[in-house]
């Protein structure tokens, strides 16, 4: 099971079979669904809906979901924390699916093992909290001069270039003595009744579409609500008192202004990354409990000149489509 929000529930499903002989007219493959709850993963769970009438409909969203307890008058708030979705299917021969084995019961009321799936249902939790969690980024990249030794990179000083949070970066014109410095602020919307439950950030950058680098961070101290994170990826040294502005290498650093095949290198093409960040609460082991469904998504584009004369080819051979989620 995971943790979601009412908002962001979405389910796709086809039959499960080797060849799909995609037939123009009747009969076809028709689909039902219901949704169960239970108060807990391995309670016993009960339904909430009927069976859906049978179609071929293969995709359900949020307003979709909403919809459907609607229809029954109800809410996600009526619901006990935990929803298990199943789909049943059947083929064009009439074959239907049967009911999971996994399953210790029947319809009417039955248990799941903890940490057992399936291919055709799905068990989440919705959360007062994980409702709530939301999670937003603000940028700010800039040519750090280089120094002698890996200091200050969390202001902008005397020598270095200030590129503000536009979405195309230039890489430094001498790589030399500027480097492309990127500096993420992850803001955590908490509600002030659940805030300080030990939230903290979880972080991934993303280049052209793959993970480079990723991490679960706590907080900056000063306010406990946000956290900060430099790329190249240095971070603060492990001491009581930390200078905020000294950081020191980390290895997990990403230099983006780097050719991605060749570090050595200069960067020789435009590539597109994404930074991503998610506000999560952990519990007392440090487990991940709950988190931010719609991931904050922060995405610019390094090219290897001034970013005046960049232009995006729409048809580009090795177009990355990044897909921004906007939130509200």
Do not use: C
């Not at 809410?75 to 789909?87: A, E, I, K, M, N």
């Not at 030399?176 to 410095?181: F, K, V």
């Amino acid at each position: 099971g995971q943790t979601v929000t009412d908002q962001q529930l979405s389910f796709q499903w086809s039959l499960d079979r080797g060849r799909n002989p995609q037939p123009a007219g009747q009969p076809r493959p028709l689909f039902t669904f219901r949704l169960w709850d239970a108060p807990d993963s391995q309670g016993t769970y009960t339904p909430v809906t009927d069976w859906a009438a049978w179609s071929d409909t293969r995709v359900l969203g949020p307003v979709d979901f909403q919809a459907i307890l609607d229809a029954h008058g109800l809410s996600f708030d009526d619901l006990d924390d935990w929803v298990l979705f199943l789909v049943a299917g059947v083929d064009e021969a009439g074959n239907v699916e049967q009911w999971p084995a996994e399953f210790v019961g029947d319809p009417s009321a039955f248990e799941v093992a903890d940490g057992v799936t399936g291919v055709n249902w799905q068990r989440f939790r919705v959360s007062e909290f994980t409702r709530a969690l939301d999670t937003s980024i603000t940028a700010n990249f800039w040519h750090n001069q280089i120094p002698d030794e890996l200091r200050n990179v969390r202001r902008i000083q005397a020598g270095d270039t200030d590129l503000g949070a536009g979405p195309i970066v230039p890489a430094a014109p001498n790589q030399q003595t500027h480097r492309l410095e990127a500096r993420f602020r992850v803001t955590m919307h908490v509600p002030d009744e659940v805030a300080g439950l030990d939230e903290w950030i979880q972080w991934e950058l993303l280049r052209n579409g793959e993970s480079v680098a990723s991490y679960l961070q706590p907080p900056d101290r000063v306010d406990g609500r946000t956290a900060t994170v430099i790329v190249p990826l240095y971070m603060q040294p492990e001491a009581a008192d930390p200078d905020p502005d000294t950081t020191v290498p980390d290895d997990r650093s990403v230099r983006l202004d780097a050719d991605p095949d060749n570090v050595g290198l200069p960067l020789q093409r435009p590539v597109n990354y994404v930074f991503r960040a998610r506000t999560v609460r952990l519990d007392g082991d440090d487990v991940v409990q709950a988190r931010d469904a719609t991931p904050a998504n922060y995405p610019f584009t390094v090219v290897p000149h001034t970013a005046g004369e960049y232009v995006d080819p729409p048809d580009a051979e090795d177009d990355q489509p990044i897909k921004l989620q906007e939130l509200n």
